[in-house]
């Protein structure tokens, strides 16, 4: 979490709760939650486990947490990708800090906007599995007219590793089978990212 994005939210959660930044109940609840990712995906029965925190105020914060987690995120409705810089300004938030590796698909309309977006598997520590399948059988269900694949490197590298390629070439080759195109796969990494059409690599 950056000083920005920390300073922010102790703000924002101050005045709902109407308590002192430097309050017990803030400043443990960002010792505990040190991420932005654990802060925003938190629970309100993790909230519980903080002294002074009942269902009633855990409910207040959990609200609030939402609220700043939809402010941080870009609205997809009626998104167009028009290059890679589009797809990592919608991604990033919600990507570059994530510890595992999460393979999500932006799939688009004959028009390159946005249908919807669907993280199509979650990995380990430096993999995401994915099949072929998966993919395009999720593309077909949304009827889209092409697809843009991502997923993050947790280490905040965006070099593209050899099964990074591979898996791009496999994904454009199945791709042209089923009439679906996949325009471009792209490495998210901690403030960088690497599009591997741009690159050549697929």
Do not use: W
Not at 1 to 28: D, F, G
Request: with cysteine; glycine share 4%.
């Amino acid at each position: 979490m950056t000083v920005q994005h920390k300073e922010n939210l102790k703000s924002l959660l101050s005045q709902s709760l109407r308590e002192q930044q430097n309050s017990y109940t803030i400043q443990q609840l960002f010792e505990k939650f040190p991420t932005i990712t654990e802060l925003l995906d938190i629970t309100e029965q993790q909230l519980t486990t903080i002294k002074g925190i009942g269902i009633s105020k855990a409910r207040q914060i959990s609200a609030v947490l939402k609220l700043a987690k939809a402010l941080t995120i870009p609205n997809e409705d009626s998104y167009t990708i028009r290059n890679p810089q589009d797809a990592h300004s919608l991604l990033a938030p919600e990507l570059s800090h994530l510890t595992k590796e999460h393979f999500v698909c932006l799939f688009l309309n004959t028009k390159n906007r946005l249908i919807t977006k669907e993280t199509i598997s979650i990995g380990s520590l430096n993999a995401a599995i994915v099949h072929p399948r998966e993919v395009f059988r999720a593309a077909i269900q949304r009827c889209s007219a092409s697809i843009i694949c991502a997923h993050n490197h947790p280490s905040g590298d965006s070099t593209p590793s050899p099964e990074d390629i591979s898996l791009s070439k496999r994904l454009v080759s199945v791709g042209e089978l089923v009439g679906i195109e996949v325009l471009d796969h792209i490495i998210i990494g901690s403030g960088n990212f690497v599009s591997l059409k741009e690159r050549g690599l697929m």
